[in-house]
């Protein structure tokens, strides 16, 4: 039985969820952005943790590259940013010197950093914590599982396209949160088919039905599928406010609901 | 080399064996001997084994799921066209094998022999290596740190019995970390003809690609060109062109002036 934890940084935090996926590339960033802008919708507060350190994407979508991380007493101050102080984040991007700054670092010192994001950012009183991670089942995983354990995650998010080869990597993920112990909240497919913005055909680019399949034989819930959608991608490079500007898009109701299950699921109750 | 402690100070540091994390390190000793930090006898051994592989070429790219292993593949079989060339891939995407699944190999087994493993061929022309020929099943989950996946990349150099070869193609997970330095350092004796860098038309993975051509510049590794990979999409409908297709020259100006 382990002891508990030190409250620490993370004592104001209700709900910490992790989004994982073994396969690069699936949307796994843009899916704990987007998933936290749903939350901030519904008026919670949310913390954004990026422990991508080699691909820090975060940063960029949120349109908060290049600003200064400032240290208080209690550790490093995470970056607001939104001006009603509702999502703040943590990235290695904010660290970078320059941002094409390659971090080229192997396991151990990877380890040492993410135990420091977990343990020494000022978070404050957070509603949910969202994790983004790197793609993979290595170093940065076991770190920030390890870190994370004292304070009982709420679980996983585990993000995959429909394609086999992504549900192949995926399926190791899922075996991975098995064996550290790590619930599986559920699956998310992402890349859904894309909607056509000329005719609305939609077109199942990246095969279908994947993701749900993977649901079933690991037996974990199947969260939603989020379609491709070209105004979501230009918005993200843009940093736009994704919600916000487009609820007309395909991929809103997608996103919504899969934020509404979480909140059903790990409701916070009027701070 | 066996796993090493969550606050490691890396084997070449000058705390290698002495600091108090190294306590009840089972390489305790053969860092604070110095003799971790010694350049790995694997190398002259890899770049022995190299002598009849004639070209080496990384397929990279900072950003995950840009089509690094669906390039290596189609690469792989386009030299392998021509059956008096000798190719070999090398997927060393330790925790994400896609190589097998792309090849149509999946289930396949690894075998001894007297003069190391044979990889599994596709073609008498075509051999492939991964780790996904190593494990039982297809939920089997790699969960290794930095030190073991590098132990698996030196073997996967210096052990596999790849014959004379024309060309090499090394396939990489993505990012800049513990994979990519050990291909780099394993192969340094052996010459890498250098990296082919895949991106898709999105600043999210140029950003990613710009960090890729720093390290490459920082450990010395020639690029041979970027690839631009999904680059748009027609409707098979109303055969309406969706994204935008960036000329090469406009993506090379892209890469070096950020949006």
Redesign the interface.
Known sequence: MEAAAEPGNLAGVRHIILVLS?????GK?TISTELALALRHAGKKVGILDVDL??P?IP??LRVQGKAVHQCDSGWVPVFVDQEQSISLMSVGFLLEK??????????????LI?QFVSDVAWGQLDYLVVDT??????E???VV?ALRPYSPLGALVVT?PQ??SV??V??????CK??GLRVIGVVENMSG?V????E?C?N?FSRGGGEELARHAGVPFLGSVPLD?EL?RS??EGRDFIQGFPESPAFPALSCIAQKILNEAPVGLS | MEEVPHDCPGVSSAQAGRGASCQGCPNQGLCASGAAAAPDPAIEEIKEKMKTVKHKILVLSGKGGVGKSTFSAHLAHGLAEDENTQVALLDIDICGPSIPKIMGLEGEQVHQSGSGWSPVFLEDNLGVMSVGFLLSSPDDAVIWRGPKKNGMIKQFLRDVDWGEVDYLIVDTPPGTSDEHLSAVQYLAAAHIDGAVIITTPQEVSLQDVRKEINFCHKVKLPIIGVVENMSGFTCPKCQVRVATKESLFLLKHRIHQPL
């Open positions: 073994g396969k690069g590339g699936v960033s080699c691909g994407s960029r979508m941002p094409d700054e390659a971090v080229v670092w192997r396991g151990p010192k990877k380890n040492a135990k790197p793609p993979g089942t290595s170093d995983h076991m770190a390890d396209t086999a080869v192949g990597d399926r190791r993920e899922l075996t991975f064996k550290v894309f056509c913005p000329h005719c055909e077109t680019i070209p991608t993200l490079e």
